[in-house]
């Protein structure tokens, strides 16, 4: 580690915590605060993440959960906080594709952060890859009249023919 990054970063929590409290339902004033945190990540050269853009509006995670997934509240303020994570999503995902990050840290900020899951859907159908099963006698008919050049067999008609020990073509070894 760089010497002095804790400073730095130390620094920046300290330059992007907010002064005054929040009122939660003034959605401006939160877009105010997630825009000059944006701004000071850029003028700082620190990545975007969730956690200090929560911190930097005035909000909690967990607050930032249920704006986002309860349907009650403020609908303004819901899409307000879907633009946020969105915001952060794409970097990470920019991060990413780049190489700047980890794989593995990559992965668990998306399924942590952005929703997304590692999952294969398997759908199974009951399935007989032969057809329906048919009925014993309607095969044996079908055989019988295949066998006869299509002329239907009457019933009971046919005699079994015993196989030869010379084999079913008449030939010897």
Known sequence: MP???????????????PKEP?????VPEMERRFLNYVQKCS????????QAAYMAIGITKEQAWEWE?????????TDFI???????????????QDGKVNPVTGIFWQKNYDGM????????????????????????????ESAYDGSEVAEGSFTEIAESSEGAEGQKD
């Open 43 to 50: 003028e700082w050269d620190m990545k975007v993440g969730n």
């Open 82 to 96: 879907k633009k946020v994570r969105q915001f952060c999503g794409v970097f990470r995902e920019g991060l990413m």
């Open 69 to 77: 997934n309860v349907t009650k509240g403020n609908p303004a303020r």
């Open 117 to 144: 899951k590692d999952q294969t859907e398997m759908v199974l159908t009951p399935n007989n890859p032969l057809g329906e099963q048919k009925d014993m006698k309607a095969l044996e008919q079908k055989y019988l």
């Open 3 to 17: 010497e002095g990054y804790n400073a730095k970063v130390t620094a920046f929590m300290m330059e992007i915590m």
């Open 22 to 26: 929040l009122d939660l339902q003034d």
